[in-house]
T-cell receptor, first 116, second 111 residues
């Protein structure tokens, strides 16, 4: 099915380990986003990429890095995982740039990360 | 700073009832407001979007209203069904175009 695909769906890390969450979309969308969702809180934007070749910080970027590999793929890397990064991570994409007026976001199924 | 609140955090009702989910926001200078549905193990799906100039939007059994002056939106679900069980989130796009999300209301429809 067309849409946003995230891998892995589940991951358990030890404190200090690194990992990369992968995201790919096949809708030819220009903009891609990484959010985290924590219990009792709304989604918070980590990083976004308005277009291929550009990335910008969102609300909670500390401890993360991103790479817009090409128009389809946007990865999120945790260089040295901490327990505070235990969360559910969502990748999303939009045709236009959300921050300039586009409204339709398509989300992946989420990646549940636990850091021990 | 815009804050979005959804109360209650969880709601359980018998099948067939009409129900209302609430979303409140602190800054009335919004661009639009959206309601999303989140199913376990799946991504979020947009249900309804209300522009700041609109008062309500309808899709099937769903009706969303917006009252900017009071900082409130409601999502009305008519004739609820077990398949409506999910977490419902609202998100406000402010004048700076940032999306601010509520924590969601987990809805359980009992057969």
């Amino acid at each position: 099915n067309a849409g946003v695909t995230q891998t892995p769906k589940f991951q358990v890390l030890k404190t200090g380990q690194s990992m990369t969450l992968q995201c790919a979309q096949d809708m030819n969308h220009n903009s891609m986003y990484w959010y985290r969702q924590d219990p009792g809180m709304g989604l918070r934007l980590i990083y976004y990429s308005a277009s291929e070749g550009t990335t910008d910080k969102g609300e909670v970027p500390n401890g993360y890095n991103v790479s817009r590999l090409n128009k389809r793929e946007f990865s999120l890397r945790l260089e040295s995982a901490a327990p505070s990064q235990t969360s559910v991570y969502f990748c999303a994409s939009s045709e236009g740039v959300l921050l300039s007026g586009a409204n339709v976001l398509t989300f992946g199924a989420g990646s549940r990360l636990t850091v021990l | 700073k815009q804050e979005v609140t959804q109360i209650p955090a969880a709601l359980s009702v018998p099948e067939g009832e009409n129900l209302v989910l609430n979303c409140s926001f602190t800054d009335s200078a919004i661009y639009n407001l959206q309601w999303f549905r989140q199913d376990p193990g799946k991504g979020l799906t947009s249900l309804l979007l209300i522009q700041s100039s609109q008062r309500e939007q309808t899709s099937g059994r769903l009706n969303a209203s917006l009252d900017k002056s009071s900082g409130r939106s409601t999502l009305y679900i008519a004739a609820s069904q077990p398949g409506d069980s999910a977490t419902y989130l609202c998100a406000v796009k402010g004048s700076n175009y940032q999306l601010i999300w509520g924590a969601g209301t987990k809805l359980i429809i009992k057969p």
